[in-house]
């Protein structure tokens, strides 16, 4: 195996003396093993074994690991899966360090009849040597994630729990630690509680939420979702006016100590007919009113006193789909589109940037905050192509907006604050 060629094989290998597969156990044995890494002996076992191919999962030692961080220098990791039972599993890993105490994860997991669970652990004694960056002294994670999923009165229903804590805010940095439950990136803590229930024309969604950010280290590094709740219905289904949709979110947010913000956000979405030309244009009229409500404390940039805002928008999207078969098993589609779009009324200063792309610029809302609405009179060109044959698909789509003037209180970072967007 050439590992030096486009790294398709492992850096490492191992050889021996003499190989048996017994059938029976559906186990590999092997005599005088030589464990290699690119190349280089690195360690020598007398006697080695392991499942064959066609065994699902087995107790035992996992294929070890080396790696170098800067902070910590070099680790070894040598990870044990212990299959308890046929729903139930647990992967042991104890990373031994050539210049600190082992860090020791444990990884169970669980599934019962509808639902699963995962419970993510680590502890090290720490350090052993500190410095001005880095301190001594005993670290910890757990993280449990529980998901259920149940049918009852013909609704479909999911129960989701997730429990995330950590001894140290520079903990899962240092020891880059990487699992199904835990990322060494993440600069926030989530713990939350949810619930939904979805029925044929309607669904409801309740959560609460606690963040907690690690850039912090105070009290206001906390910040409180309770409750986040969401109830959409289909009110009005028929083809003589189209679908008529209704979406409202209750929101308490709470950051910062003293910073509260109250939401109540209705938006209702109307979406009338297709229309089919007989030169193969398709087009449909659509719209959506938002209504909003807010009352906030000690946040910047909204009203003190309790708000109640309303904004809409009107659309009409026009494409006509244009086909030209190569063969029988290939197929190019291109797809021009074009959307007028006209929202009156003012819209607020938008805070975030959010930018547009192929997948939301021939939305009729744009603006990247939910309680807020892009105004004003415009125009988005734009196509869709695909290349479509048994192999394989190969497809992208471009679009620009043109706006009739400068909208300033949308964010320089999307581009619709001018009268030409980018194209994306």
């Known amino acids: 195996c ?4 486009g790294d398709k094989c492992p850096p490492w290998e191992f050889t021996a003396r003499e190989m048996n597969h017994d059938v029976a156990k559906k186990t590999i044995y092997y005599d005088n093993v030589l464990i290699k890494i690119y190349n280089v002996p690195v360690m020598y076992l007398p006697y080695f074994f392991h499942p064959d191919p066609t065994v699902k999962r087995r107790s035992g030692f996992l294929t070890p690991s080396f790696k170098s961080v800067k902070s910590l220098g ?3 990791t040598i990870p044990y899966f212990y299959a308890i039972n046929d729903d139930k599993d647990l992967t042991i890993s104890n990373k031994i360090f050539m210049e600190h ?10 599934a019962f009849k509808d639902s699963n669970l995962v419970v993510d652990l680590g502890y090290t004694e720490g350090l052993k040597k500190s410095d001005a960056k880095k301190d001594t002294g005993k670290r910890s994670h757990g ?3 529980f998901v259920k999923n149940f049918k009852k009165n013909n609704r479909s229903n999911e129960f989701e729990l997730n429990l995330e804590n950590i001894s140290n805010r520079k903990y899962l940095k240092t020891y880059k630690i990487q699992t199904d439950l835990v990322n060494s ?11 939904s229930s979805s029925g044929e024309n309607d669904f409801f969604g309740v959560e609460a939420t606690v963040f907690e950010s690690l850039k912090k280290d105070n009290s206001e590094k906390y910040e409180y979702i309770l409750p986040n709740a969401t109830y959409s219905k289909n009110i009005i289904n028929g083809d003589s006016i189209g679908y008529i949709d209704l979406t409202s979110n209750f929101k308490v947010r709470n950051s910062d100590t003293n910073k509260t913000e109250k939401t109540l956000i209705n938006d209702f979405s109307w979406n009338y007919k297709d229309f ?13 009113i938002k209504n909003v409500n807010y009352d906030s ?3 910047e940039k909204l009203k003190t006193e309790q708000t109640s805002e309303v904004f809409g928008a009107l659309g009409y ?16 589609l291109l797809t021009p589109k074009i959307l007028l779009r006209y929202a009156p009324g003012i819209m607020k200063q938008e805070t975030d940037g959010g930018r547009i792309n192929n997948l939301n610029i021939f939305n009729l809302n744009r603006a990247s905050s939910k309680d807020n609405f892009e105004n004003g009179l415009s125009a988005t060109l734009g196509f869709d192509y695909e290349i479509d044959n048994k192999e394989r698909k190969f497809s992208f789509s471009g679009g620009q907006v043109i706006n009739q003037k400068e909208n300033k209180k949308m964010s320089s970072e999307s581009s619709l604050n001018e009268k030409l967007s980018d194209f994306v």
């Open 2 to 5: 050439n590992y030096r060629d």
């Open 317 to 332: 999207l026009s494409e006509i789909d244009f086909y030209k078969d190569i063969d029988e098993d290939n197929r190019h």
């Open 276 to 288: 089919f030309f007989k030169n193969g244009l398709k087009s449909k009229i659509f719209s959506e």
């Open 101 to 110: 105490h082992p860090l020791v994860l444990a990884e169970y997991r669980q």
């Open 74 to 76: 070099a680790s070894t």
């Open 297 to 299: 404390k000690n946040i």
């Open 185 to 195: 990136e993440e600069n926030t803590l989530e713990n939350y509680l949810k619930f």
């Open 143 to 145: 993280f449990l994630k």
